[in-house]
């Protein structure tokens, strides 16, 4: 599986943006797609997850509220809707690919990942 991400970029604190990504390959060997974030000098971070078939959704702490998850099953996409966003969201972003249901917040349950998309907020 191969997951192309989309969409960061500068924005102002408060903005908004919308990251995209796109899978390929043995798609249906994915059970979850989700969403992680590092910044400079800090651990990845788990950001958001949702299941392909019925579109569970997970968020950490953090965002919820301002970021929302979507997918599109017809274009093996997967959608991050960032809004209010503020300095502390600026990361690269990455999106990944799960095979098998585990904790979403460990990295090392993911199976596929992205080349990441940078995301910076300024103040």
């Known amino acids: 599986v191969q997951l192309q991400a989309s969409g960061g970029g500068l924005v102002q604190a408060g903005g908004s943006l919308r990251l995209s990504c796109t899978a390929s390959?043995?798609?249906?060997?994915?059970?979850?797609m989700g969403w992680f974030r590092q910044a400079p000098g800090k651990e990845r971070e788990y950001v958001a997850a949702i299941s392909w078939s019925a579109g569970t959704t997970s968020y950490t702490d953090s965002v919820k509220g301002r970021f929302t998850i979507s997918k599109d099953n017809a274009k093996n996409t997967v959608f991050l809707r960032m809004n209010n966003l503020k300095p502390e969201d600026t990361a690269i972003y990455y999106c990944a690919g799960m095979r098998f249901l585990g904790r979403y917040s460990d990295p090392r349950r993911w199976d596929y990942w992205g080349q990441g998309t940078q995301v910076t907020v300024s103040s």
């Open positions: 390959g043995r798609t249906n060997s994915s059970i979850y």
